[in-house]
C-alpha cells in the first residue's frame, strides 16, 4: 500500500495563507483519488476537500469551498493543499489519505491509507 507523508503546517496569524504537501511511496500514487482531512482539538476528523487520479475533479466541504485548493503532480507523487485567508477554526491537524471506494467524497469510511498528519495553528 501507499505510504504517505504531509507537510507545510505551521502556526500562522489570521488571514495568512499555507500549503500543504503529502509526498506518496510504495504504490503508484497514480493509482488513488485524494483527499484532505482535518481534526480541530477536542473534535473528530473532518472532510476538507478530494481530486481525483488525474486531477481533473475535486469536491469540496461547503465550509472550504472558494478558501482552499486541492492539486496534484503525479510526476512528483505530490499532493498539494494551498489554504488561503486562515481562520482561527482552521486550527487542526491536516491529514492525506487514499479513497479506496467511490464516490470519493466526505465519507471517512471511504478512504484507507492516512499519512502522519502536519499541524496547522491559527491565532493572532
Known amino acids: 500500500q501507499v505510504q504517505l507523508a504531509e507537510s507545510g503546517g505551521g502556526s500562522v496569524q489570521p488571514g495568512a495563507s499555507l500549503v500543504l504537501s503529502c509526498v506518496a511511496s510504495?504504490?503508484?500514487?497514480?493509482?488513488?483519488?485524494m483527499g484532505w482531512f482535518r481534526q480541530p482539538p477536542g473534535k473528530g476528523r473532518e472532510f476538507v476537500a478530494a481530486?481525483?487520479?488525474?486531477?481533473?475533479?475535486?469536491y469540496y466541504a461547503k465550509s472550504t469551498k472558494g478558501q482552499f485548493t486541492v492539486s496534484r503532480d503525479n510526476a512528483k507523487n505530490t499532493l498539494y493543499l494551498q489554504m488561503n485567508n486562515l481562520k482561527s477554526e482552521d486550527t487542526a491537524v491536516y491529514y492525506c489519505?487514499?479513497?479506496?471506494?467511490?464516490?470519493?467524497?466526505?465519507?471517512?469510511?471511504?478512504?484507507?491509507?492516512w499519512g502522519q498528519g502536519t499541524q496547522v495553528t491559527v491565532s493572532s
Open positions: 489519505a487514499t479513497c479506496q471506494t467511490s464516490p470519493c467524497d466526505e465519507t471517512l469510511a471511504r478512504y484507507t491509507n
Open positions: 510504495g504504490r503508484s500514487f497514480k493509482t488513488y483519488a
Open positions: 481530486i481525483s487520479w488525474l486531477g481533473g475533479g475535486t
